[in-house]
């Protein structure tokens, strides 16, 4: 007669005490200062490093292009959606066309911010 042990590891429990509000406001910048010139000196580079960071095409805003810029607003939208922000399409809109480096770095520090980083606790290096 045979048997069979099962052992399952314990599966991590996540927990979030994120806020439905952005973590920081559009004018924040000083929350960042270097990230804020690399914004300002280096736009174009900047919006795909974060693009990319993302999980999106790097060369995606390169496409950003007309009076309401459909990418920035499209990420916006996108970063409210998994992070479940509420705010409105009107604001998404207005940030998107007026303060667009701003709204970059808004969501680049967003990102930074809500990054789940998944520790194991008391696992041995082999």
Known sequence: MSSTLVIRQPRPVMSSLESD???SGICDCCQDVPECCFAFWC????????????GQCLCLPLLDIGCIPPITLAMRVSMRE????KDTICRDCL????????SWC???REMRK?????LLVGAKNS
Request: include cysteine; hydrophobic fraction near 40%.
């Open 95 to 102: 940030f998107a066309t007026f303060c667009i480096a701003c």
């Open 106 to 108: 808004q969501m680049s």
């Open 43 to 54: 736009f174009p580079c900047f919006a795909c490093v974060t693009t990319k960071k993302y």
């Open 114 to 118: 809500r990054d789940i980083q998944v």
């Open 21 to 23: 509000e952005w973590g």
């Open 82 to 85: 998994r992070y479940g922000i």
